[in-house]
């Protein structure tokens, strides 16, 4: 990278950036399907690295996270082919963005949000290390 902020190519960082990831779709789109995982592992998956890296972000700069952030999106792209954008947890409305506070909020922050405010919380006493009570219905 220059230090006008552009890749050797001539184009911004962040637009080859995204240009990587979109290349990366279309690489794991035409994979064999002989390593295809069920849908509900593949999202489960995607759901556990949102998690992780949005952890990761309230220890630390998202600046460090670049390569898991990159990585996590071209798994949600990919998920958006083959799912949906819903299924996978995204806006319908793709990422147009090169910022990568506004990529960290595209694919991490908000997903792992709404995913925690749909949620309820259920606290099952039956599941309490030692507890005799019988279980709830």
């Known amino acids: 990278m220059n230090t ?17 990831v979109a ?8 994979a064999p399907a002989s390593r295809a995982e069920s849908p509900d592992a593949q999202l489960a998956a995607l759901s556990k690295q949102r998690a992780t890296l949005y952890l ?3 220890r630390g700069p998202v600046a460090n996270l670049v390569s898991d ?3 996590l999106a071209l798994l949600s792209e990919k998920c ?4 949906g954008a819903q299924a996978c947890g995204l806006s319908d409305k793709p990422f147009e963005s090169g910022k990568l506070e506004e990529r960290f909020a595209y694919y ?11 949620q309820e919380l259920k606290i099952q006493r039956r599941n309490w290390a ?3 009570a019988p279980p709830s219905k």
């Open 4 to 20: 006008h902020g552009n890749s050797g190519s001539g184009l911004p960082a962040a637009h080859w950036a995204l240009s990587l």
């Open 23 to 30: 290349a990366g779709v279309l690489i794991l789109t035409r």
């Open 56 to 58: 990761q972000a309230t």
């Open 69 to 71: 952030l990159n990585h």
């Open 80 to 83: 958006r082919v083959d799912y």
């Open 108 to 118: 991490v922050k908000q997903p792992v949000e709404a995913h925690s405010k749909g």
């Open 130 to 132: 030692g507890s005799s």
